[in-house]
Structures are given as structure tokens and as C-alpha cells.
């Protein structure tokens, strides 16, 4: 079966300083692969996503970037991080096809100082 | 361009009543819609989808939506609700010809014992 890791879980960290999140998929090959950000436990904005290695596509200009250096593993980047990257970020991965749901990881729980 | 409307912030119902979690939706094309339920500090879980074919999906946990294309709906529904399916739930639609999802804002659930 397929799973999807995420971690860390809960990160602190001071403005200014660089991110990086990591997501990895098990189980299936090729995925789409997304990054979203949920403010306030309520509404999900899709960041980035990829339907291949190497292949990104933003959606929300912003402090924040995405790499797929493997075809089961996604990045999450900041060189600098401001106050308002706070938030919980969550990984999902799909089949292709539109038809396919998402399936998302436990997200990481990230808090600006 | 595709959205979902989940018109109530909150749902509140005893256990062993009827659950109802409403959602609408607009799409261009032929939608395809889906219900994730999220646990406090968990990532979403898929429930259900619906596709084509039949108006009424069944999916996870006892749980159930009905697909209204005259009125642009797809409910959610469960006979009989548990206290443990206290929960945010989120509405989903993706038109036909994206692979993007576009999520409703949530809706509270919380079943009193």
C-alpha cells in the first residue's frame, strides 16, 4: 500500500532563517505531488505542484519554493522566513488522472518567532 | 474556474442523529467531487468521491454523499452520527479537465454524547 511521510512534525524557527520540509511517497510511482499551507485549521492553498521530477508549478508568489529531485520526494524551501509563513503545511500525493483522489501526509506545524 | 461553497461554519448534532454536512459547487465542465474529514493536528483522510454513475457514493466510515447536478450539491450524510466523527470536514472539486483541487472553506462538526 501506499503511504506518505512528513516531517519534522512541529518546527520553530526565528525570522530569517532558511526552511526546508521534506515529503517522500512509498508504494506508487510517477505521483502527483502538492504542497499546501492550512491557516487557522481552516482553508487549504494549494502553494506548489508537480507532475514529475523537476517539474514545478506555483501557484501563490511568495517567500517560498519546491524541488522534486527524486520522482517520490518533495522540498519545501525558504532561504529567509518571515512572520507570516506560519502555518501547517501539508504534503499530498495523487494517480495521474483527474478522477483520483489526494492523499495527504500529517502535515508540519511551522511557527515563526 | 472551479469553487465549492460549504455554507455552514459549524454543524452540531446529538449522537445517533442523522448527520448532515452540506456543500455546492461550479465547475465548466464535468465535476469530480470528493469529501476529506481532518482530525486536530492530522492531515486530511479521504472519504469519498464521486465520479459518474450512481447519485449516491458510499464511502469510509459510514458515510455517504448524494450528488445533485440540478442543484449543483453533493452532501454529505451519515444515518446515524458517533461522537467520534467530530471532526472538520472539507468539501472538494476538480473540473474535468484540471488536476487541481479546489477545497471549501470547512465545516465543523461536533456530535454531543
Known amino acids: 500500500s501506499q503511504t506518505i511521510h512528513q516531517w519534522p512534525a512541529t518546527l520553530v524557527q526565528p525570522v530569517g532563517s532558511p526552511l526546508s520540509l521534506e515529503c517522500t511517497v512509498e508504494?506508487?510511482?510517477?505521483?502527483?505531488l502538492y504542497w499546501y499551507r492550512q491557516a487557522a485549521g481552516r482553508g487549504l492553498q494549494l502553494l506548489f505542484y508537480?507532475?514529475?521530477?523537476?517539474?514545478i508549478s506555483s501557484e501563490v508568489p511568495q517567500n517560498l519554493s519546491a524541488s522534486r529531485p527524486q520522482d517520490r520526494q518533495f522540498i519545501l524551501s525558504s532561504k529567509k522566513l518571515l512572520l507570516s509563513d506560519s502555518g501547517f503545511y501539508l504534503c499530498?500525493?495523487?494517480?495521474?488522472?483527474?478522477?483520483?483522489?489526494?492523499?495527504f501526509g500529517d502535515g508540519t506545524r511551522l511557527s515563526i518567532l | 474556474a472551479q469553487s465549492v461553497a460549504q455554507p455552514e461554519d459549524q454543524v452540531n448534532v446529538a449522537e445517533g442523529n442523522p448527520l448532515t454536512v452540506k456543500c455546492t459547487y461550479s465547475v465548466s465542465g464535468n465535476p469530480y467531487l470528493f469529501w476529506y474529514v481532518q482530525y486536530p493536528n492530522r492531515g486530511l483522510q479521504f472519504l469519498l468521491k464521486?465520479?459518474?454513475?450512481?447519485?449516491l457514493v458510499k464511502g469510509s466510515y459510514g458515510f455517504e454523499a448524494e450528488f445533485n447536478k440540478s442543484q449543483t450539491s453533493f452532501h454529505l450524510k451519515k444515518p446515524s452520527a458517533l461522537v467520534s466523527d467530530s471532526a472538520l470536514y472539507f468539501c472538494?472539486?476538480?473540473?474535468?479537465?484540471?488536476?487541481?483541487?479546489?477545497f471549501g472553506a470547512g465545516t465543523t462538526v461536533t456530535v454531543r454524547a
Open positions: 508537480s507532475v514529475g521530477i523537476g517539474q
Open positions: 508504494g506508487t510511482s510517477n505521483p502527483n
Open positions: 499530498a500525493w495523487s494517480t495521474q488522472g483527474a478522477n483520483q483522489p489526494q492523499h
Open positions: 472538494a472539486v476538480r473540473d474535468g479537465g484540471d488536476y487541481k483541487l479546489s
Open positions: 464521486y465520479i459518474t454513475g450512481d447519485n
